[in-house]
C-alpha cells in the first residue's frame, strides 16, 4: 500500500516537500511515479525515480521539482518548489517494475494522493 502525505494550502512561489510512504512490501525493488490530478482533468505524469537513483521529469516539473528516495525508511519524496495555482491537484505516487519507468503507462501500483493548493 502507498500512502502520499504533506499536500496543504501554499501561496504562490511557495514550496512544499511530498512524501509517499510504502507499507506491506518494500520501495527497492520499485521505480517510482508521480502523477496529478486537477479537478475535472486527466491524470498527469509529474515524474519518477528510478530503482537506481535516476530521475526523470515531464516539462511541467522541470527545474522546479525535484524528486529522491530513502529505501531504508521505504519512502519517496517529492520535493515541489516555484510552485504556481496551475500545480493544484491531487498528487499521487505509483509503483512500477517495467524496464520503461519513463512511461506513464507502465505505472499500475496507485496510492492515495494529497491534496496540494496553490493559491495567487
Known amino acids: 500500500q502507498l500512502q502520499a502525505s504533506g499536500g496543504g494550502l501554499v501561496q504562490a512561489g511557495g514550496s512544499l516537500g511530498l512524501s509517499c510512504a510504502a507499507s506491506?512490501?518494500?520501495?527497492?525493488?520499485?521505480?517510482m511515479g508521480w502523477f496529478r490530478q486537477a479537478p475535472g482533468q486527466e491524470r498527469e505524469f509529474v515524474g519518477a525515480i528510478s530503482r537506481s537513483f535516476a530521475t526523470y521529469y515531464t516539462n511541467s516539473a522541470k527545474g522546479r521539482f525535484t524528486i529522491s528516495r530513502d529505501n531504508a525508511k521505504n519512502t519517496v519524496y517529492p520535493q515541489c518548489d516555484g510552485l504556481k495555482p496551475e500545480d493544484t491537484a491531487v498528487y499521487y505516487c505509483?509503483?512500477?517494475?517495467?524496464?520503461?519507468?519513463?512511461?506513464?503507462?507502465?505505472?499500475?501500483?496507485w496510492g492515495q494522493g494529497t491534496l496540494v493548493t496553490v493559491s495567487s
Open positions: 505509483a509503483a512500477s517494475q517495467n524496464v520503461n519507468w519513463r512511461m506513464a503507462v507502465n505505472y499500475n501500483s
Open positions: 506491506g512490501f518494500s520501495l527497492r525493488a520499485y521505480h
